[in-house]
């Protein structure tokens, strides 16, 4: 953002709450004295609260639909290349903390200045090592970004660091340990523990902020390549099947229905775990029926099929998909369309309607040794206690209706 | 019907349009054609027609597709009624577009007569529900019997016969099917699926709030 001083927390707060910059800022130095508020929530703030603006970042939330495909474009403002001004003034910080310790040290200054400088040196250089090469140009491409505040985040933790450091060895090396010299190498201890705190947090919580961006575009990365191999395994073999077969007016319309709905299951469906769905089995049912079966005509029949919640599949759902098939292919080969099918699965039963447009078939009428209704469908579904009965009414074609008591609840299927 | 709709068609497919227009019957015109969301507010907002057929992916734009068409014409909801056009049927497409305003739903499967059909009712102040949409419905307000409106004004739960109804429009049962297996009138039948639309625009349930703001809807 641009018009930044420090982190810039008052402006994007100001953003967020809709309130002039100067206000906000007015706010945190009349804070300051009332016990170092100010300060405090500013430095929470700065850690906790994502760079940005809050209102493009809504712009950018668009509807998931849309965001499906289309992949998002990161726009790099150019900037500075190397905050020059930031590094000189780190710089100059690090030299007064070398010379106010080698001031402290007193005449001891001239033999004891390598030791001081190389601390230093070697902190300088662990923090900044931290960064693989690529994130550092990250950063530094990022205009008017962290950079300049981060050198000046490590520069200032180096020097608490150092000082702890130099406390410590300065002191200890003297006299004998007093409880003076004790406490002070106490707080030497602190200070420099604070000050690898320092900085360390901001680092830590870049990095986890980073990897967990880093994993969702890999993950959009991978979901794209996933969809483009299948495109061109399916969809593309399909339509070449069609081209050579476009004379044979059953065959393409199958064959485009079966592609379509393939297509559909990747564009659009959450692809659940093979044997955590019964919505899942059941549309594998369907796909398997429209495939296989042809209506009375020889034209492929297709099934509109809606589901209403879901669960895991047990032995009772099982039984109960089974004889869905049955109906289905029944009402496909034997009706008419269109055909309907319709799931739906409660807290306590699973309910099944299968619907076509024919006729249909009166259930004393069949005869006993015609195993496959009585036997496929409905005695599958009372063995498991459920019921199954089939409605003809002229004009208004059958519908099958199965039931499966069912024991626990429908939710199961998301928890996992 | 004596009277014929003007209709505006809004899709990005011209093959699509041609394919529409042919299959539409004589009862439907088509007065006016747009392929963005730019073009489809403007000609929207010049002709005013009493049906819009709006795809629900359409360039352009913010990028918010026929939802957004409807939202910027929110003014002319009163005579200008939308009928969503769409061939995905992912859930969030179908209630994002619902809940901007659209009368109906309809997939681009259906055929001519039905979709001639479904223009006509949604001219005449009705709902039109697909077989999906009503599946939607169930799933979005639970569709246990326990759970259900006592009173008109309620917005969160469906009526017990408001369930009805949408259960046996999932089942795949027409209009006329589902009075008949009731017993009551193609028009009561019409007066619950408008409310059930009332309540999918209106609702702030909590499951439906959040599954759409699972899917950034709101």
């Known amino acids: 953002m641009r018009g930044r001083w420090f982190g810039g927390v008052a402006l994007g707060l100001a953003a967020h709450l809709d309130l002039p910059v100067g206000l906000v800022r007015l706010a945190f130095i009349v804070l300051t004295p009332v016990a170092a508020v100010g300060p405090v929530l500013y430095v929470f703030w700065w850690l906790a609260i994502p760079a940005g603006d809050p209102a493009a970042a809504a712009r950018d939330v668009r509807p998931s639909a849309l965001t499906r495909l289309a992949r998002r474009q990161n726009v790099i403002e150019p900037g500075r290349r190397i905050p020059v001004t930031d590094i000189a003034i780190g710089a100059v910080l690090v030299i007064a903390a070398v010379l106010l310790v080698a001031v402290r040290a007193g005449a001891d200054v001239e033999a004891d200045w390598l030791l001081p400088a190389l601390i230093v040196l070697s902190g300088l250089w662990l923090a900044w090592s931290q960064l693989d090469a690529a994130q550092r140009d990250r950063l530094r491409d990022r205009a008017g970004g962290r950079t300049p505040v981060s050198v000046l985040r490590v520069a200032g933790g180096i020097l608490l660091a150092g000082v702890g450091v130099l406390l410590f060895i300065g002191l200890g090396s003297g006299e004998g340990v007093e409880p003076a010299t004790l406490a002070q190498s106490i707080i030497a201890a602190v200070v420099m523990l604070g000050g690898v705190a320092l900085v360390l947090t901001p680092w830590w919580l870049r990095l986890v902020r980073e990897l967990g961006d880093e994993r969702a575009a890999r993950a959009r990365e991978s979901e794209r390549a996933d969809i483009a191999a299948h495109l061109h395994d399916s969809v593309l073999q399909t339509l070449a099947l069609i081209r050579l077969r476009a004379d044979d007016s059953a065959e393409v319309a199958r064959m485009a229905r079966a592609q379509e709905r393939e297509l559909r299951e990747w564009l659009y469906d959450d692809r659940p775990a093979p044997g955590t769905s019964v919505a899942a089995s059941l549309r594998e049912i369907v796909a398997e029926v429209e495939d296989s079966r042809s209506g009375p005509s020889g034209d492929p029949v297709a099934v509109e099929a809606v589901v209403v919640g879901d669960r895991v599949p047990d032995v009772d759902t099982e039984a109960l998909l089974q004889a869905t098939r049955e109906a289905l292919v029944n009402a496909v080969v034997h009706g008419l369309p269109p055909v309907s099918l319709y799931l739906e699965v409660g807290a306590s039963q699973v309910e099944v309607f299968v619907r076509d447009h024919g006729e249909g078939f009166d259930l004393e009428e069949v005869a006993s040794d015609r195993f496959g209704v009585r036997e496929s469908i409905i005695g599958r579904v009372r063995r498991r206690g459920g019921t199954a009965t089939v409605t003809c009414k002229p004009g208004r074609g059958t519908e099958v209706h199965l039931l499966v008591p069912v024991s626990s609840g429908p939710d199961e299927g998301e928890e996992r | ?218």
């Not at chain 2, 042919?22 to 005013?48: F, H, K, M, P, Y």
Request: contains cysteine.
């Open chain 2, 1 to 218: 019907m004596s009277d014929v709709v003007d209709v505006v068609l809004v899709d990005d497919h011209h093959m699509f349009r041609t394919g529409v227009k042919a299959s539409l019957d004589a009862g439907v015109r088509v007065v006016g054609e747009a392929d963005t969301v730019d073009e489809a507010i403007r000609l929207v907002r010049s002709v005013q027609p009493p049906v819009v057929l709006l795809d629900v992916h359409l360039p352009g734009g913010d990028g918010g597709g026929g939802a957004e068409v409807i939202r910027a014409c929110t003014d002319l909801l009163a005579t200008t009624r939308f009928l969503a056009l769409s061939v995905s049927d992912a859930s969030d497409d179908v209630v994002a577009v619902i809940r901007a305003g659209a009368r109906g739903y309809v997939t681009k499967n259906i055929d001519g007569p039905d979709l001639s059909d479904a223009v006509r009712r949604v001219a005449s102040g009705d709902a039109v529900f697909s077989p999906r949409l009503a599946g939607f419905v169930l799933d979005a307000f639970g569709s246990s019997a326990g759970d259900v409106a006592i009173g008109d004004d309620e917005l969160d739960r469906l009526s017990a016969r408001e369930r009805e109804v949408m259960r046996l429009i999932a089942r795949g049962y027409s209009y006329r099917e589902v009075a008949s297996e009731l017993f009551i009138s193609i028009k009561t039948v019409e007066t619950h699926v408008s409310a059930v639309l009332r309540k999918l625009q209106l609702s702030s349930r909590h499951e439906l709030t959040r599954w759409a703001a699972a899917r950034r809807l709101l």
